[in-house]
């Protein structure tokens, strides 16, 4: 069974930082692409983040020069470092990975952790 746990969320003052984790664990080859996406209240889910196997990056123009995505794919996990936090970014946080197991390859979501920035 493929799980996909993340860690990280919090609330933080405007200005703020805060790193995101997420660890996918089960019997799989390595993650393919990895990504992070948001939804707050009342929007529709967006892309925050993705980053591929070979560590290919793409970012959200709102996220560009204050969010980091990095993976460890010995860990098989994906990171998200948010620094320059703004009120906007309140959402709730969602861990994306395309997934490769001895059956299927498909995507699979982490259960959504919660980023509120408030003064």
């Known amino acids: 069974q493929v799980q996909l746990v993340e860690s990280g969320g919090g609330l933080v003052q405007p200005g703020g930082s805060l790193k995101l984790s997420c660890a996918v664990s089960g019997n799989i080859f390595s993650p393919l692409a990895m990504g992070w996406y948001r939804q707050a209240p009342g929007n529709e889910r967006e892309l925050v983040a993705t980053?591929?196997?070979?560590?290919?990056?793409n970012y959200d123009d709102s996220v560009k020069g204050r969010f980091t995505i990095s993976r460890d794919n010995a860990k098989n996990t994906v990171y998200l470092q948010m620094n320059s936090l703004k009120p906007e970014d309140t959402a709730t946080y969602y861990c994306?990975?395309?997934?490769?197991?001895?059956?299927?390859?498909?995507?699979?979501w982490g259960q959504g952790t919660q980023v509120t920035v408030s003064s």
């Open positions: 980053i591929s196997e070979g560590g290919s990056i």
């Open positions: 994306n990975a395309l997934i490769m197991t001895t059956t299927i390859t498909t995507y699979y």
